[in-house]
């Protein structure tokens, strides 16, 4: 038994011990009293609890490191509400207190919109990463983009940019877990083609859908206050020579 399990024991036993002859006004000032004490103290029990789950479960994202290092660095920031995992940013792009601090006035009002429809919120706190980032990179790597702009590649020459539109990263079939638990699901927009270069950027959010089964666990810290939710985008950047052969 806990000292807090021994406590809520003990405050009930008292209560038990007043009797009909005994309860008098300042008896049942003590029970209100006593039955206060025990609602604190079972709050703070809960508390703990929670506290004791959630470490269980950073720690078990944390051992998915290997196989999803990108997935499990923005959990991370989530998690500890960017206490933790700083270092991931710095490495690959830059963390944003505002929206408004985006220079980008359509990157900075497709993020907006992202967080209004996604989050609920007018403003979040977000993070920027580069072309160069780890996750640029796997995202440039997959069977799904690299499919995607083999299917658009020739309006895309033509118009010299592609509407917006939506990608879905899945294992085995077009992606790798990696790109599964850090994206899954996400917007690609403002695709482009400047001097060679196929641009894009792709904008999601760190929240946990209603419903999903698979996300469940994380749905329910997210529900408590637990996580911080945030948007993030990705800047990609490749040579159109990897998809149409010099002649």
Do not use: W
């Not at 703070?44 to 078990?60: G, H, M, N, P």
């Not at 894009?200 to 859908?209: E, K, M, Q, R, S």
């Amino acid at each position: 038994m806990t000292g807090i399990e021994y406590e809520i024991y003990k405050l009930i036993d008292k209560i038990v011990a007043l009797t009909r002859d005994t309860i008098d006004k300042y008896a049942i000032q003590r029970i209100e009293k006593n039955i206060s004490d025990i609602s604190i103290t079972i709050s703070r029990y809960v508390s703990q609890f929670e506290i004791l789950k959630k470490k269980t479960i950073d720690s078990a994202v944390d051992k998915l490191e290997t196989v999803g290092e990108d997935a499990v660095a923005l959990f991370r920031l989530s998690s500890s509400k960017f206490t933790k995992g700083t270092e991931y940013i710095n490495k690959n792009g830059k963390i944003y207190s505002k929206i408004s601090e985006i220079e980008d006035e359509k990157l900075k009002g497709d993020v907006l919109k992202k967080v209004k429809q996604q989050l609920k919120q007018n403003d979040s706190r977000g993070i920027i990463l580069n072309k160069n980032s780890s996750l640029s990179q796997e995202i440039i790597k997959s069977q799904r983009f690299k499919s995607y702009i083999k299917d658009n590649i020739e309006k895309l020459i033509e118009n010299k940019y592609l509407p917006d539109d939506n990608l879905t990263f899945i294992p085995i079939i077009n992606s790798n877990l990696n790109l599964f638990g850090a994206i899954h699901r996400c917007s690609i927009k403002n695709i482009r083609l400047e001097n060679g270069m196929i641009k894009a950027d792709i904008i999601d959010t760190v929240d946990y859908n209603e419903g999903e089964m698979t996300v469940a666990v994380f749905r329910y810290l997210q529900e408590t206050g637990q996580l911080e939710n945030f948007y993030f985008v990705i800047q990609l950047e490749v040579p159109l020579s990897n998809f149409v052969s010099s002649k």
